[in-house]
């Protein structure tokens, strides 16, 4: 099947800094990845839809400024968290489209910020 | 907005146990996906059901769609402990500018209790 890779599986950062975590589509190309956050023991949060060659859209309520999204190729996203601050610690995890319907996810990023 | 609820929310049972989740959408929809999530890992496509009224059957897992496409169902026949972790139903957004996108259901937590 499809593999979708996630680069960091974890990281542990300050308040303050910024974060970047890379999802890749190693045997497929993808125009369209997407962005997930999970809490512990809830659902997937859909954040924001990542174009290839365009802009991201994003979900009601999820800023912008805060999670930077930049699809440079067909087999790359990237999710910048900037300025991160405890209450971003959370599970990220994109997936991609290889077809229509056909949705793969990356192995996740667990994001902690101290 | 579309809404996909799911229930129970927790589900325990012994080992050799049946399980079921229930998946009910507020819209009708042109399919429906389901996905497991293990503990610690990231969700996995199982199936998609299209078709009013379809049944399809993975080994002990049986899927079902409704006859309104609005709701479906996942049962688990002999439960084993490698069956743990949290089944998400997914339904795809409706909209012109939702290509791609899920909603997706609370989940289902099983624990398999050997």
């Known amino acids: 099947g499809a593999v979708v890779s996630q680069h960091p599986s974890w990281v542990i950062c300050k308040s303050g800094t910024s974060v970047k975590i890379e999802c890749r589509s190693l045997?497929?190309?993808?125009?369209?990845m997407f962005w997930y956050r999970q809490f512990p023991k809830q659902s997937l949060m859909l954040m924001a839809t990542?174009?290839?060659?365009?802009?991201?859209?994003?979900e009601q309520g999820v800023e912008k400024d805060k999670f930077l999204i930049n699809h440079a190729s067909l087999t790359l996203s990237t999710l910048t968290v900037t300025s991160a601050h405890p209450e971003d610690s959370s599970f990220y995890i994109c997936s991609a489209i290889r077809v229509v319907n056909e949705q793969f996810f990356g192995p996740g990023t667990r994001l902690t910020v101290l | 907005g579309q809404q996909v609820m799911q229930i129970p929310q927790y589900q325990h049972v012994q080992e050799g146990e049946d399980f079921t989740t229930y998946c009910n959408s507020s819209t009708t929809l042109s399919n429906i996906q389901w996905y497991k999530q293990r503990p610690g890992g990231h969700p996995v496509f199982l199936i998609q059901?299209?078709?009013?009224?379809e049944v399809k059957k993975q080994k002990r897992l049986t899927f079902q769609f409704g006859e309104a496409k609005k709701n479906s169902s996942l049962h688990i026949t002999a439960t084993q402990t490698t069956d743990v972790g949290t089944y998400f139903c997914?339904?795809?957004?409706?909209?012109?500018?939702?290509?791609?996108?899920?909603?997706f259901g609370q989940g289902t937590i099983l624990t398999v209790h050997p």
């Open positions: 990542s174009n290839e060659g365009s802009k991201a859209t994003y």
């Open positions: 045997d497929f190309q993808a125009t369209t």
């Open positions: 059901l299209v078709k009013s009224g």
């Open positions: 997914a339904g795809p957004r409706a909209g012109g500018t939702s290509y791609g996108k899920l909603t």
